[in-house]
């Protein structure tokens, strides 16, 4: 079992910036990829950034430039450093441990981002 848990969320103004913290604990050794997803109101959940065990991005075109996932594998911590930040990332942005070989995710509470005009 991995739990994880975020931090970091809150109200700033357009072309701000927030860092997001996830917290990983249980059986970490087992996580093959850590991620950050937001879901906003009445949208789907959609991909904002991934990060491997060996240390590979992706990111959501519509945050490309802007945002930058890492890690600190002495913290079990995964960060999400948003800068420029627009009205249209407001969501809530939640972490995702995966376990691929296991085919299993597990997701924190989320936290949320609210991007003011």
């Known amino acids: 079992q991995v739990q994880v848990v975020e931090s970091g969320g809150g109200l700033v103004q357009a072309g701000g910036s927030l860092r997001l913290s996830c917290a990983a604990s249980?059986?970490?050794?087992?996580?093959?990829?850590m991620g950050w997803y937001r879901q906003a109101p009445g949208k789907q959940r959609e991909l904002v950034a991934t990060i491997t065990s060996g240390d590979s991005t992706n990111y959501a075109n519509s945050v490309k430039g802007r945002f930058a996932i890492s890690r600190d594998n002495a913290k079990n911590t995964v960060y999400l450093q948003m800068n420029s930040l627009k009205p249209e990332d407001t969501a809530v942005y939640y972490c995702?441990?995966?376990?691929?070989?296991?085919?299993?995710?597990?997701w924190g509470k989320g936290t949320l981002v609210t991007v003011s005009s």
């Open positions: 249980g059986s970490i050794f087992s996580i093959d990829a």
């Open positions: 995702n441990a995966a376990q691929y070989a296991l085919h299993r995710d597990y």
